[in-house]
Every structure is written in C-alpha cells, then in structure tokens.
C-alpha cells in the first residue's frame, strides 16, 4: 500500500497567518491526492483533489499543489474556522489511503 | 442534496459481526457515476478505506463490491436499491475494530485506481467488548 506521510504532526499558527502543511507519499501517485479537513466531532469535509482542484465552496485561501511524491496544502490566512486537522489521501493506487493527519492550532 | 446516515449496533461482542447501514438521501445510489463505500477512524490508525460497491442496475454487471485486503475476507458488502441504502458487514470482529465508521460517497477518477470521496455520513460509534 502508498503511505502518506504528513508533517508536520502540529502546526500553530496565529489567525491571519499562512500555513503550509506537507504530504509526502511512498512512491509517485501523479496527482491524485485529496486533502480533508476534520474539526472535532465532525465529519471529513473534502477541501482539494487532483492535487490542486478546490472542492465546491471551499474558500480561496485553501490551495493545494504538488505531483509525484510531494504535495502541499496552503492556507494563506488563517481564519478561526480553519483550526482543524488535515488529511491527504491517494487515490492512485488501490487501495486508498490516508495520510495520519496534520492538527492545526491556535498559537 | 445528498445526505447520508448511518445505522447500526454501537456495541457489538468480540468473535460476532459488526454490521452497519448506511441511508441515501438526496440521489439515487444507482448511478455509473459514484461508487459507495465505508471508512473508519480510530486514533492509532487513523483513517482507513474499508470498501465500496457499484450500483448501476444492470442485472449483468456481477459482483460490484470491493475491499481492502487488509481485512482479509471478513467483509461482505450490499445493497438495497428498493430503500436506497447500502450495507457493511464484518465477521469475527476484535477490540481492534473498534472505531468511528463513516459511510461515503465516492468519486472515481480516470486513470486511478481508487476514488475520493466527496460525501460523508456523520459516523457512527462502533465499540468492540465482551
């Protein structure tokens, strides 16, 4: 199976900053790859796939990119909403999996 | 708009069969379009892709139902297009299936081999214990 490896394990960053979160897979999976994002007590909520297509209203400021083996997610002004933790998943390879997940917090 | 739900025991007895339904609202499960399928998450292994079936109607289509290997043959998956619902079952569970279980809509992709997904149930509590 692809393993994703997403770094760092926490992120604190203040409102209004930018944060760039990191996905690394085990072998080159093109550009599928999906971010979510999970806030506590709820459910996934696809934000990004093909690398870099933003789901249906999810805001501006969430950009993905990358292909191959390394792909980032960017946030480029932390609104309060945005503190959550962050998934990728490839869908390249079957089966799918999932990275373990980069928290973002309020520093 | 699509809504899905989960249903299903909360407690369920090591060596029995865990078994979970999930209700479609909003679309019909029977489309070439989607595939459905469950994931789970548990805090040691995060997220993890548990299967999916394909339901698009046709009496040839055959077996439409996918799995991940790591489950080995303890899941069986299904179907019931007369109440838009679709079903997961695992056999012989332990405490190490203990976990949030979602179901999913899933969106293949040409030229991958798997899909994401781009709508989730609100999980549903499975405890493994005796």
């Known amino acids: 199976d692809i393993v994703l490896t997403q770094s760092p394990a926490t992120l604190s960053v203040s409102p209004g900053e930018r944060a760039t979160l990191s996905c690394r897979a085990s072998q080159s999976i093109s550009t599928n790859l999906a971010w979510y994002q999970q806030k506590p007590g709820q459910t996934p909520r696809l934000l990004i796939y093909?690398?870099?297509t933003r789901a249906t209203g999810v805001p501006a400021r969430f950009t993905g990119s990358g292909s191959g083996t390394a792909f980032s997610l960017t946030v480029s002004s932390l609104q309060s909403e945005d503190f959550a933790i962050y998934y990728c998943?490839?869908?390249?390879?079957?089966?799918?999996?999932f990275g373990q997940g980069t928290k973002v917090d309020i520093k | 708009q699509l809504q899905l739900r989960e249903s299903g025991a909360g407690l369920v007895k090591p060596s029995e069969t865990l078994s979970l339904t999930c209700s479609v609202s909003g679309v019909s499960i029977v489309t070439t379009r989607y595939y459905w399928g469950w994931v789970r998450q548990t805090p040691g292994k995060g997220l993890e892709w548990i299967g999916s079936?394909?339901?698009?109607?046709?009496?040839?289509?055959?077996?439409?139902?996918f799995h991940n290997p790591s489950l080995k043959s303890r899941v069986t998956l299904s179907v019931d297009t007369s109440k838009n619902q679709f079903s997961l079952s695992l056999a012989s569970v332990t405490v190490a299936d203990t976990a949030v279980y979602y179901c999913?809509?899933?969106?293949?992709?040409?030229?991958?081999?798997?899909?994401?997904?781009?709508?989730w149930g609100q999980g549903t509590l499975v405890t493994v214990s005796s």
């Open positions: 999913a809509r899933q969106v293949p992709v040409i030229g991958a081999a798997a899909d994401y997904l781009d709508a």
């Open positions: 079936v394909y339901e698009t109607g046709s009496p040839f289509s055959g077996d439409n139902t």
């Open positions: 998943q490839q869908y390249n390879n079957w089966p799918a999996t």
């Open positions: 093909g690398a870099s």
